[in-house]
């Protein structure tokens, strides 16, 4: 089994940042595809951004491209995501998931909820115009 406990979420201005941590424990190999997912009110679960913790390019989603930075944490199975530039558009619960089956998070697939076989409870982020 894999726990995934995030935080980091809160309430900003549109224009301020947050940062997400996310943290894997339990049986967690050294690389994985990890992604941020988004959830808002009435809309499905959309992939926000991924990585292979065990190296590889960062995926994102066109609408935070220049905005948001995946990135491994300091601490082993740790990945944060830095928000900067919000938007009132991107308040949403916030997820962080887990693929413990494959190294490296695919350019087709990663975004797919799908993928993920593990999953946090979430994080809310709310930003006000």
């Known amino acids: 089994q894999v726990q995934l406990v995030e935080s980091g979420g809160g309430s900003v201005q549109a224009g301020g940042s947050l940062r997400l941590s996310c943290a894997a424990s339990g049986h967690i190999g050294g690389s994985n595809c990890m992604g941020w997912f988004r959830q808002a009110p009435g809309k499905e679960r959309e992939g926000v951004a991924a990585?292979?913790?065990?190296?590889?390019?960062?995926r994102y989603a066109d609408s935070v491209k220049g905005r948001f930075t995946i990135a491994q944490g300091n601490a082993r199975n740790t990945v944060t995501l830095q928000m900067n530039s919000l938007k009132p558009e991107d308040t949403a619960m916030y997820y962080c998931?887990?693929?413990?089956?494959?190294?490296?998070?695919?350019?087709?697939?990663?975004?797919?909820?799908?993928?993920?076989?593990?999953w946090g409870l979430g994080t809310q982020v709310t930003v006000s115009s």
């Open positions: 998931a887990a693929d413990t089956t494959r190294t490296t998070c695919d350019s087709g697939s990663w975004s797919g909820p799908s993928q993920y076989n593990y």
């Open positions: 990585i292979a913790t065990g190296g590889g390019s960062a």
